[in-house]
């Protein structure tokens, strides 16, 4: 039998305390015993979403959530700005042009971050943008996003600011109230430790406000629908039961060591694999200004196949890495850090892509990686 160790940034790996829970037989939805979980549920997740305005749950993959923020906040011919640095801001690009909202594009190279003059130039020269679109992680890439300088330049105008944190919430800091962030979106799989399956969407006052005045067709991510349901505990159609249930626990988990620490611990293993990526030779996909605590991506040396490389440590070894999406596709490889993970993970994960490299025919000393990586985390 394989081990499968997912160090992959999206679905992560689920904590054994959550795997029990979301064992146990299925209870129905509209029961006391559920409200109790509904109830328990929207309490934990405005710590993690760093709110005190209600987080509503939808059942989807996260991109259902991103859908709800464009088809609720927008109408068609409506402008906004989106930020293309990476496969996921793309897609506010194409959700934009679905709902015919017009789209002030910032193209962004791969590998770096929007800086907030950009958004400030494109604000002050349009005051009709009633939303900007960015993402926390760019998880394609590794780059976090400085959504803090940008949120202070979006709540100066009369634009909403909505933050993809699909990947990145729980894990990466994101003080939704405090920074004055107006839409965050997230999703189950990633820094919650749970299966795909949730969506999750806040709104601040400021953009509730927008929501009535959307003309967009919208039936199953209606948020005023959501809301309403929310606010009676209930929700609107039949919710995925086991991973609310699972959701409690991990919330459980994550308010037990508190966010700082968490992301003290990412933080942490995300610093040892950039050690041991230098000490192999090998530089990072994103910029050092910019780089992620989520995901890291790592540049593969020329003549190795990145797609090769996965596939043999996944169908060989049982460890999943993501590879390169679009133009880099086969020319990186994407380690999360995101997940019920610890140094040893790291370790195990670098110690497998050390022999398949090897294997591969590329020159380093076989074991550096693990060396510089062990020598960080016995010191820091
Ligand atoms: C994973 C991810 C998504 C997509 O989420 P799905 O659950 O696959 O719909 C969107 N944005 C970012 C930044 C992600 O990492």
């Not at 959701?247 to 293993?269: Q, V």
């Not at 990186?332 to 110690?351: A, K, W």
């Not at 892509?353 to 990586?373: D, I, P, Q, R, T």
């Amino acid at each position: 039998m394989k081990r499968n160790l997912l160090l992959s940034p999206g679905p992560t790996q689920i904590p054994a305390s959550i795997c029990e829970v979301l064992g146990r037989p299925i209870i129905h939805h509209r029961t006391p015993q559920f409200q109790d979980i509904l109830k328990e549920a929207a309490e934990g997740l405005k710590y993690v979403f760093q709110t005190k305005n209600d987080v509503l749950i939808l059942t989807s993959s996260g991109t259902g959530g991103m859908e709800a923020a464009v088809c609720n906040l927008l109408s068609a011919n409506d402008k906004a700005i989106t930020v293309e640095g990476g496969k996921f801001g793309e897609r506010w690009t194409e959700l934009c042009c679905v709902y015919g909202v017009k789209t002030n594009v910032i193209k962004v190279p791969w590998g770096k971050a929007v800086s907030a003059q950009e958004i400030k130039k494109i604000l002050d020269a349009d005051k009709d943008i009633k939303a900007v679109f960015i993402t926390l992680t760019e998880t394609s890439t590794g780059v976090t996003t400085d959504v803090k300088s940008i949120a202070e330049v979006v709540k100066k105008t009369k634009a909403v600011l909505v933050v993809d944190a699909i990947s990145g919430l729980g894990a990466t800091d994101l003080q939704t109230d405090h920074w004055g962030v107006d839409v965050v979106v997230s999703g189950s799989q990633k820094g919650l430790m749970l299966p795909p399956g949730l969506a999750f969407v806040t709104l601040s006052a400021k953009a509730w406000e927008l929501v009535p005045l959307s003309k967009n067709p919208k039936y199953y991510f209606d948020l005023t629908l959501a809301k309403k349901t929310a606010e009676k505990i209930d929700t609107p159609f039949t919710p995925a039961i086991g991973i609310i249930i699972a959701l409690n626990e991990s919330l459980k988990l994550i308010k037990k060591d508190g966010l700082e620490k968490l992301f003290a611990h990412y933080a942490r293993l995300a610093q040892g694999t950039r050690e041991a990526a230098k000490a192999l030779g090998l530089s990072l996909f994103a910029d050092a200004s910019c780089i992620s605590n989520v995901v890291t991506a790592i540049n593969l040396p020329a003549g190795i196949d990145g797609e090769k490389l996965t596939k043999i440590m996944r169908d060989t070894h049982g460890i999943t890495l993501a590879g390169g999406q679009d133009d880099l596709k086969g020319k990186i490889v994407r380690l999360s850090h995101m997940g019920c993970l610890d140094e040893y993970d790291m370790l195990t994960g670098i110690s497998c892509l050390e022999k398949v490299l090897n294997k591969m025919g590329y020159k380093f000393s076989l074991g550096a990686g693990v060396a510089a990586a062990q020598k960080f985390f016995n010191t820091k």
